[in-house]
């Protein structure tokens, strides 16, 4: 069956031939890529208010926000919300 599917018979190769890629090319506007991810990743206890301020004015931070929760981001900052407030998102409706 597997032959069926892909070029070597392997099941990675189907796999590789099968799966569509995500189109990820919305992350080339993001503006947390020119600043580093220090900001956007901090340690246990640490301020998010400097990444959540660069989020304000990034142009792509609806589509970042939905692709965090989609794709279940558990950590950092993304679109404009820390881990804590993902999290009430998704249980509430409401950062
Ligand atoms: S919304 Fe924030 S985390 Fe998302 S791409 Fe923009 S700067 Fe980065």
Not at 46 to 67: D, F, H, N, Q
Request: glycine residues 10%; negative net charge.
């Amino acid at each position: 069956m597997i032959e069926r599917f892909s070029r070597s018979g392997t099941l990675p190769a189907m796999h590789t031939d099968t799966l569509t890629p995500p189109d990820l090319t919305w992350q080339e506007e993001a503006l947390c890529a020119q600043t580093g991810g220090d900001f956007f990743f901090p340690e246990p206890g640490s301020s998010v208010r400097e990444a959540k301020r660069i989020c304000g004015m990034c142009p792509i931070r609806a589509t970042c926000l939905e692709y965090a929760l989609t794709n279940d981001m558990r950590f950092g900052v993304w679109g404009g919300l820390s881990e804590k407030e993902r999290l009430e998102l998704r249980r509430t409706g409401r950062p």
